[in-house]
């Protein structure tokens, strides 16, 4: 997977300005957050909070998308 070292970006789970990660739909996850994605159980109480996070990009990104969609 690239990574773009370049830029330090605020991590969307962890709040710290990380420089490597991935960004999805431009919200920026560090490499350490989504190892912890990865490797977290779906019982562990972290993976709740990461899904809820990673939600929380989706719906933003539907917002942006759905304008002139009707729910
Ligand atoms: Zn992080």
Redesign the pocket.
């Known amino acids: 997977m690239e990574t773009k070292p370049s830029a330090a970006s605020e ?1 969307i ?2 709040h ?1 300005v ?1 420089l490597q990660g991935i960004r999805i739909c431009g919200q920026f ?2 490499s ?2 989504e190892q912890d994605i990865v490797h977290s159980d779906v019982q562990d109480a972290r993976y709740q909070h990461y899904v809820n996070e990673m939600k929380r990009i989706w719906w933003s990104a539907l917002a942006l998308d759905s304008n002139n969609t009707q729910v």
Request: include cysteine; glycine fraction near 0%.
């Open positions: 991590c789970i962890c710290e990380k996850i560090c350490t957050c």
